[in-house]
């Protein structure tokens, strides 16, 4: 039991870490609150909901493991490297990916959504 204590508190710790120096996961869990709302509001259905919420993990998950990748980047390499600048742009690359399949989501279920009441 202690030690699945101390893995969500380490778990806390990385997401606070997250919190702290990345403005764009803050941007995007802010994003995900007016998603949720969302959802909420206009009464999706179970399936919309669900898809909602796998792409705000996968966007949100993308974020810190792009975080990880830099912060290990400019560890191993604290000078300006072509390898290490093309590492940190594909693992950019990758949070982008992911918010355009998210945003694909939101758009194919806002407009199943919204074209059934009608």
Not at 14 to 22: A, M, N, Q, V
Not at 34 to 52: A, G, N, P, Q
Not at 72 to 98: H, R, S, Y
Request: charged content about 20%; some cysteine.
């Amino acid at each position: 039991m202690q030690r699945t204590l101390k893995s969500f508190k380490y778990a806390t710790r990385g997401l606070i870490s997250t919190w702290k120096e990345e403005v764009n996961f803050r941007i995007e869990v802010l994003v995900s609150i007016v998603v949720v709302f969302c959802i909420y509001y206009f009464d999706f259905t179970f399936i919309e909901s669900v898809l909602c919420v796998i792409a705000i993990t996968l966007v949100l998950v993308l974020e810190i493991i792009n975080t990880i990748i830099e912060d290990l980047c400019n560890k191993i390499e604290p000078n300006q490297d072509k390898t290490i600048e093309k590492i940190k742009d594909m693992a950019a690359a990758f949070v982008f990916l992911g918010g355009i399949g998210a945003l694909v989501i939101g758009i194919f279920v806002s407009v199943n959504h919204f074209t059934s009441l009608l």
